[in-house]
């Protein structure tokens, strides 16, 4: 009879604490807290991050293990977030899991929280969901940290074919959010005011970057210039036009995004194309994904919306296909907060 393979997966790259029982691949439990106390501050305060990490990560591990249904002495391994990160947030997941892997004398399996977000597409929730994309394919990387497509040829080898060379999407809309005065974070709220808003209301610059790669510090530097002389014309301007802006912000950040997307297909000839990372649960994203679906004939993978953010699952699908391939990791690891699939 084959071993059973249980994996407790801990995800602490920023400010969520997940964690997350896998059984043979198939989600048990997803367990996610959220910190609230950024939002006075208009961006995450690492030092307050790592502090609430530190206060959640015992109770959301306790709740995933209960709500999987079994006890910690069932566990095969422990994966965990190593980076990329805060270092702060990162080394709270990582001297637990390490601590509670050797107490429990079972392997540790680092993963890399960007190859987490991609392979979220792996996530089985019932032993009979075949939802995958087919090896290889093409996946749109955007979150508040990063903007890349990467082409995917096996779990462990993912390819950067372009990427952001400034600011990256999720923090173009954090940033010009903020400006607007509207809150952090600012994804959710651009994105529930641009349903509402025109999206062709106003042009904002475009940047062209030769190849594959990305910027969006021109738009960002666009956008608060015409923000600053609409406002001294009219003071209110934001809160009289701010579902125009919203929806022609969201409409600009989408197009850049999918006219590099589109050459890439063009240019690989790979028509499975995914989407993932925090900015994937946008709906202008969304729905640009089902046009160009219908049009280009793509075969498009969108996550649900509770595995765009970051979660413990991701962590915990990657680190059963590492157990697989018996890859672990020693203890005496660090925790990187540079961005690389490395």
């Not at 995800?11 to 969520?16: L, Q």
């Not at 792996?122 to 996946?139: G, N, R, T």
């Amino acid at each position: 009879m084959e071993k059973i393979i249980y994996i407790l997966a801990i995800e602490s790259s920023c400010d969520d604490t997940s964690a997350a029982v896998l059984r043979d691949g198939v989600l048990l439990s997803n367990v996610t807290a959220s910190q609230a106390v950024h939002e006075a501050y208009g961006g995450v305060v690492p030092e307050l991050a790592s502090r609430a990490h530190q206060q959640n990560v015992v109770p959301v591990v306790d709740q995933a293990i209960k709500q999987a249904g079994i006890r910690k002495e069932m566990l095969s391994a422990v994966a965990f977030t190593r980076g990329p990160g805060l270092m702060g947030s990162l080394l709270v997941g990582v001297s637990f899991a390490k601590g509670f892997a050797r107490s429990l004398d079972i392997p540790m399996i680092d993963v890399n929280h960007l190859q987490g977000h991609v392979l979220a597409h792996f996530i089985k929730e019932s032993e009979d969901d075949h939802s995958a994309p087919p090896l290889p394919f093409l996946c749109l990387l955007v979150s508040g940290g990063n903007s890349q497509i990467v082409k995917v040829n096996a779990y462990n080898d993912m390819e950067v074919l372009g990427q952001t060379i400034d600011d990256a999407a999720g923090e173009a809309i954090d940033k010009c959010s903020k400006v607007m005065g509207l809150g952090y974070p600012g994804g959710p709220i651009i994105d529930r005011l641009a349903r509402q808003g025109n999206p062709h209301a106003y042009q904002f610059s475009e940047p062209h970057i030769p190849g594959l790669d990305y910027s969006f510090s021109g738009l960002k530097t666009s956008f608060l210039y015409n923000l600053r002389d609409w406002v001294k014309e009219d003071p209110d301007f934001v809160e009289h036009h701010k579902e125009d802006l919203a929806a022609s912000l969201e409409y600009t950040i989408v197009d850049i995004l999918m006219k590099k997307l589109k050459l890439a297909v063009k240019q690989t000839g790979i028509k499975h194309v995914a989407v993932a990372g925090g900015v994937s649960a946008n709906n202008g994203l969304r729905n640009a994904f089902h046009d160009h679906a219908k049009r280009y004939g793509w075969t498009i993978y969108i996550p649900k919306f509770s595995y765009t953010t970051d979660n413990a699952a991701m962590i915990g699908i990657t680190g059963y296909f590492k157990y697989l391939d018996h890859d672990f990791c020693s203890i005496d690891k660090p925790a990187f907060s540079k961005v690389t699939f490395q």
